[in-house]
T-cell receptor, first 113, second 110 residues
Framework: DTAVSQTPKYLVTQMGNDKSIKCEQN?????MYWYKQDSKKFLKIMFS???????INETVPNRFSPKSPDKAHLNLHINSLELGDSAVYFC????????????FGPGTRLTVL | ELKVEQNPLFLSMQEGKNYTIYCNYS?????LYWYRQDPGKSLESLFV?????AVKQEGRLMASLDTKARLSTLHITAAVHDLSATYFC??????????FGKGTLLTVNP
């Protein structure tokens, strides 16, 4: 009965590869988010979807592409991985409009070698 | 662009002592959040502060918001080891983005 879940928890891959991270929430929330936490623990929003519609698209490389097949799922696909992509990626969700209290998933630690 | 500054970034406390973490933000914000993160773990929501003068308390933690000063504080009373974690404040901008501070790494020593 995990509220916001992410898979995989750990992802180790080589530069140049393409990988995906999946996120699911069973809270019935309308809005989902992707955040990146770097090695200094700084958290920055990447994307947000509200009812499957992209509403926040921060300045991230276009190698990153989010996809929301339905409002309970938000996946993150990353093409041509680079060393600098190594970080912890958190998915979050919130009820109603963006700006409500956000609940975070367990995180996916991505290591690019 | 909304900027959020926390201080201190590192805080080493003795058990039983009191201390305050400060969170300043640069432009008007409707909401201020405090989160806790344990090492290798996710972020846990602690407080949501919605209006000027809002004060919320949970156990040994108390958060307050002064929107005129663009300042929120997280006060720790009689610290215990279990409170050791990284604490983040985050402010909501007018375009609904949550901007986080850099976090305060709190270590409570016996």
């Amino acid at each position: 009965d995990t509220a916001v879940s992410q898979t995989p928890k750990y992802l180790v891959t080589q530069m140049g590869n393409d990988k995906s991270i999946k996120c699911e929430q069973n809270l019935g929330h309308d809005t989902m988010y992707w955040y990146k936490q770097d090695s200094k623990k700084f958290l920055k929003i990447m994307f947000s979807y509200n009812n499957k519609e992209l509403i926040i698209n921060e300045t991230v490389p276009n190698r990153f592409s989010p996809k929301s097949p339905d409002k309970a799922h938000l996946n993150l696909h990353i093409n041509s991985l680079e060393l600098g992509d190594s970080a912890v990626y958190f998915c979050a969700s919130s009820q109603g409009a963006p700006g409500e209290e956000q609940f975070f998933g367990p995180g996916t630690r991505l290591t690019v070698l | 662009e909304l900027k959020v500054e926390q201080n201190p970034l590192f805080l080493s406390m003795q058990e039983g002592k009191n201390y305050t973490i400060y969170c300043n933000y640069s432009t008007t914000s409707d909401r201020l959040y405090w989160y806790r993160q344990d090492p290798g773990k996710s972020l846990e929501s602690l407080f949501v502060l919605l209006s000027n003068g809002a004060v919320k308390q949970e156990g040994r933690l108390m958060a307050s918001l002064d929107t005129k000063a663009r300042l929120s504080t997280l006060h720790i009373t009689a610290a215990v080891h279990d409170l050791s974690a990284t604490y983040f404040c985050a402010a909501l901008s007018s375009n609904y983005k949550l901007t986080f501070g850099k976090g305060t790494l709190l270590t409570v020593n016996p």
